[in-house]
């Protein structure tokens, strides 16, 4: 029987494949006929990922890859690994990121500053690179950036910083990749529910964000993985360098002010002395 499903046939690379977008996009891709490779730091993690994804999408084809998104070699291999699914590579999803977490400028270091870029940025741009001289066909490549990127958001200046510059290389990556047949795009989630994300999701924090999404409620894994399926699929076949909210209208108004989080992390008197353009003693 023949299998009339959008994606049949084409084989998807995903980073960061135990994490919540990388696992819900991955079941997106699958239920429309994609074969999946996931590629993450922790076996069990993702084993568990499979697990989950073959119970939720029967005949789910998912390969499993161990290693850092951080690391050329490693990419390298899980991509040769992706590619012998079918000897085709067709989407590139690159969701590895994070925050190396809430601190005021003037108490990052160098170290600090170079992390949030390297996990956010520099993995972007090893998924590109490594993954395009596989796509002979041409594809789609979907990029994870952040409403971080559009909106300031105190203490976090190293995340803004490499979320904006996800940005401005899909971008320029698309303009590069368009005669290839290679489209590159991003979805900027607002904030979401993920184990990473668990001291934004309790009060107040919590009530702070939805105050200024117009929707009323922060986002769920499938509400980011259904902007990412949509760019990866035949659907979005004319859209190239773009990136688009998807935050409930967070982006409509402005981040909430979580200086009293980061006065409970690191003292009154701290947050009082940067906040005078001063480093703490």
């Given amino acids: 029987m023949s299998d009339n499903r959008p994606l049949s046939g084409m084989t998807a690379f995903i980073t960061g494949g135990s994490g919540a977008i990388g696992r819900y996009s991955a079941k997106w891709l699958l239920r429309d006929g994609a ?35 951080r690391n050329p070699d490693h990419v390298r291999s899980a991509l040769n690994k992706a590619y012998a699914i079918a000897n085709r590579l067709d989407i590139v999803v690159a969701t590895v990121g994070g925050s190396v977490g809430y601190r005021p400028l003037l108490m990052c270091t160098e170290e600090h500053f170079r992390k949030d870029l390297e996990i956010n940025l520099v993995t972007t741009f090893i998924a590109v690179r490594y993954s ?14 952040s409403t971080a990127a559009m909106m300031p958001f105190n203490g976090l200046v190293g995340y803004c910083t490499a ?27 607002g904030l979401m529910r993920a184990n990473n994300n668990e001291r934004l999701m309790q009060e107040p924090v919590h009530g702070k964000f939805v105050e200024q999404m117009p929707l009323g409620r922060t986002g769920e894994p499938d509400d980011i993985a259904a902007g990412v399926r949509y760019l990866a699929g035949p659907e979005s076949s004319w859209v190239t360098g773009q990136s688009f909210a998807v935050d409930g209208g967070h982006e409509l108004r402005r981040n909430p002010d979580l200086t009293f989080m980061m006065e409970e992390m690191y003292g009154k008197e701290a947050i009082a002395t940067v906040r005078k353009g001063k480093t703490p003693g």
């Fill in 132 to 145: 395009v001289p596989l796509m002979a066909r041409g594809g789609a490549i979907v990029c994870i950036s």
């Fill in 35 to 69: 074969s999946v490779l996931l590629m993450a730091r922790h076996m069990e993690l993702l084993e568990k990922a499979r697990a989950e994804l073959q119970r939720e999408v029967a005949g789910a084809r998912v390969e499993l890859w161990a290693g850092d998104a």
């Fill in 163 to 189: 979320k904006g510059g996800v940005e401005n290389f899909i971008q320029a990556a698309a303009e590069e990749l368009g005669p290839a047949g290679i489209r590159i795009n991003a979805v900027r989630p």
